[in-house]
Nanobody, 127 residues
Framework: QVQLVESGGGLMQPGGSLRLACVVSGSSISRWSMAWFRQAPGKEREFVAAIAWSGSTGHADSVKGRFTMSRVNARNTVYLQMNNLKTEDTAVYYC?????????????????????WGQGTQVTVSS
């Protein structure tokens, strides 16, 4: 049984940094596409970042230059480094994964294309 477990969320002041981690169990993710989405209260789930098995990444315009997604296949883990946090980054952050065949980049942005999800971790940015 595949499970994705996020960690690293919390309360942070604007301008601060957090690093989220997503550990996957039940399958090796070395050939998986992986992603981070977020959902704020009253809003739809939105794409944040994704990483292909090759290590190629894509980030939403709203986080480009501030957030960086990475992966360590040996640890079956993906990360989201979040710097210069803003109040509008407040949301529940979800890790998503999809086994081979790899998702094409244009498919990354819709939550419907991702097969596995974690339970989410809350990130609150407030002074």
């Amino acid at each position: 049984q595949v499970q994705l477990v996020e960690s690293g969320g919390g309360l942070m002041q604007p301008g601060g940094s957090l690093r989220l981690a997503c550990v996957v169990s039940g399958s090796s993710i070395s050939r998986w596409s992986m992603a981070w989405f977020r959902q704020a209260p009253g809003k739809e789930r939105e794409f944040v970042a994704a990483i292909a098995w090759s290590g190629s990444t894509g980030h939403a315009d709203s986080v480009k230059g501030r957030f960086t997604m990475s992966r360590v296949n040996a640890r079956n883990t993906v990360y989201l480094q979040m710097n210069n946090l803003k109040t509008e980054d407040t949301a529940v952050y979800y890790c998503a994964g999809d086994p081979p065949p790899a998702l094409i980049r244009s498919s990354w942005y819709s939550p419907d294309n991702w097969e596995y999800w974690g339970q989410g971790t809350q990130v609150t940015v407030s002074s």
